[in-house]
């Protein structure tokens, strides 16, 4: 496509509820970032997807969080039993490859909103 | 560890002036230096880069900034500003030899008509 894509662009959940977070990245980018933009917070780095290595999940706040990426094009990010403390604007990046991670493009985000 | 600091949560400035906003980092190593801008319920959009040469980046939208390595310093500067660069703007950092950028907490730019 002609851009990251992200869905749904809003997402309002109860506390306890699980979410699947969909990215689909610049057609043939190999390198997928998630990050997430809380009110105050800036944007913080969760996972980094590259090719088919085992992605870097360093940045991931808890274990409730988790990501994949299939088929080396997709990623979904899940928060299982959300909390009111991970409503958060959610956002996917790609990239050609990790050597140019400089040259992320940013999709237009998921307002996630746990009540 | 690396770390991306904007002292200014918000900057105000009069259309046609000239606007800057500042951002300072900390990192080991020589630093890959970015602005990002955020329209409103838009997602990011990449400005300009530092990677390595002139200290003096040209980006999009008549935006430049200036990379001032003995005060760890790249602010973003525009000779001219317009209402429509009223938005949030975002410095990050990528350290070499990592991948995963980090950003400054943001700055407010509201360009008053």
């Known amino acids: 496509g002609a851009g990251v894509s992200q869905s749904p662009s809003n997402k309002v959940t109860e506390k306890g509820k699980d979410v699947e977070l969909r990215c689909d990245p610049i057609s043939g980018h190999t390198a997928l970032y998630w990050y997430r933009q809380s009110l105050g917070q800036g944007l913080e780095f969760l996972i980094y997807?590259?090719?088919?290595?085992?992605?870097?999940k360093s940045g991931l706040p808890s274990d409730r969080f988790s990501a994949e990426r299939t088929g080396g094009s997709v990623s979904t990010l899940t928060i299982q039993r959300t909390q009111q403390e991970d409503s958060a604007v959610y956002l996917c990046?790609?990239?050609?490859?990790?050597?140019?991670?400089?040259?992320?493009?940013f999709g237009p985000g998921t307002r996630l909103t746990v009540t | 560890a690396q770390s991306v600091a904007q002292p200014e949560d918000q900057v105000n400035v009069a259309e046609g002036n000239p606007l800057t906003v500042k951002c300072t980092y900390s990192?080991?190593?020589?630093?890959?230096l970015f602005w990002y801008v955020q329209y409103p319920n838009r997602g990011l959009q990449f400005l300009l880069k530092y990677i390595t040469g002139d200290n003096l980046v040209k980006g999009s939208y008549g935006f430049e900034a200036e990379f001032n390595k003995s005060q760890t310093s790249f602010h973003l500067k525009k000779p001219s500003a317009l209402v429509s660069d009223s938005a949030l703007y975002f410095c990050a950092l990528r350290g070499a030899g990592s991948y995963q950028l980090t950003f400054g907490k943001g700055t407010k730019l509201s360009v008053i008509p």
């Open positions: 990046a790609s990239s050609f490859d990790k050597d140019r991670a400089y040259e992320q493009y």
């Open positions: 990192v080991s190593g020589n630093p890959y």
């Open positions: 997807f590259q090719g088919n290595s085992a992605p870097d």
